[in-house]
């Protein structure tokens, strides 16, 4: 039910922008996770169903910017200035509920993941 897309290969300092296209349902919380190879799946950010409440794991804010289009069904994650350490398998998730929770244990629906790669 949900499709991310718009990873790829991306020099550091470069642009990227994710979409995550869900369908048969709309979502009231939606998120962006990412998982380095090696390491756990992490929180990266949520927004609510309104767009009004948002929030940013810290080495993201300021350089990403979550958003949806309701009338598409569909959430993004506009990312500037990459680094390396950007590079991981970006996954979008999806809750009926309004909790803006960071853990993934707490999110039902998850999509399939889009490689993020970031040179140096």
């Known amino acids: 039910q949900l499709q991310a897309s718009g990873g790829g290969l991306v020099q550091h300092g470069g642009s990227l922008r994710l979409a995550c296209a869900a369908s048969g349902r709309t979502f009231n919380t939606m998120a962006w996770f990412r998982q380095a190879p090696g390491k756990e799946r992490e929180f990266v950010a949520v927004?609510?169903?309104?767009?009004?409440?948002?929030f940013y794991t810290d080495s993201v804010k300021g350089r990403s910017t979550i958003s949806r289009d309701n009338a598409k069904n569909t959430m993004y994650l506009q990312m500037h200035s990459l680094r390396p350490e950007d590079t991981a398998v970006y996954y979008c998730?999806?809750?009926?509920?309004?909790?803006?929770?960071?853990?993934?244990?707490?999110?039902?629906?998850w999509g399939q993941g889009t490689q993020v790669t970031v040179s140096s």
């Open positions: 998730a999806a809750n009926p509920g309004l909790l803006l929770t960071r853990a993934p244990a707490e999110y039902a629906y």
């Open positions: 927004i609510s169903r309104t767009g009004g409440s948002t």
